[in-house]
Nanobody, 125 residues
Framework: QVQLVESGGGMVQAGASLRLSCVAS????????MGWFRQAPGKEREFVSA????????YYAGAVKGRFTISRDNAKNTVYLQMNSVTEEDTAVYYC??????????????????WGQGTQVTVSS
């Protein structure tokens, strides 16, 4: 099992920056990739970004590319999501996820095996 705990959410104004963290514990050696997803009220959960644990290769959704940066710190078993120039459309609960079966960077939430509890990000104008 892998446990994931997100933090760093909050309420910010449009144009601001925010950094989310996801600390992983448990059988981390079994994890191939880590991802960030988000879910806004009344909408389906959507892919934000993913990173491969072994080589830090990354993948972004078009809506966040150029504004968000995913990174990882192996020593701390932590994945980060740096969010810059946020807009009201970024308001959502952000979830960290871990995949233990696929080495490719996948945007499909169903392919992830472990999930955190989520952290709320609210962007006001």
């Amino acid at each position: 099992q892998v446990q994931l705990v997100e933090s760093g959410g909050g309420m910010v104004q449009a144009g601001a920056s925010l950094r989310l963290s996801c600390v992983a514990s448990g059988r981390i050696f079994s994890v191939y990739t880590m991802g960030w997803f988000r879910q806004a009220p009344g909408k389906e959960r959507e892919f934000v970004s993913a990173i491969r644990w072994s080589d830090s290769d990354t993948y972004y959704a078009g809506a966040v590319k150029g504004r968000f940066t995913i990174s990882r710190d192996n020593a701390k078993n932590t994945v980060y999501l740096q969010m810059n120039s946020v807009t009201e459309e970024d308001t959502a609960v952000y979830y960290c996820a871990a995949n233990k079966n696929y080495g490719s960077l996948i945007p499909n939430a169903r392919r992830y095996d472990y999930w955190g509890q989520g952290t709320q990000v609210t962007v006001s104008s």
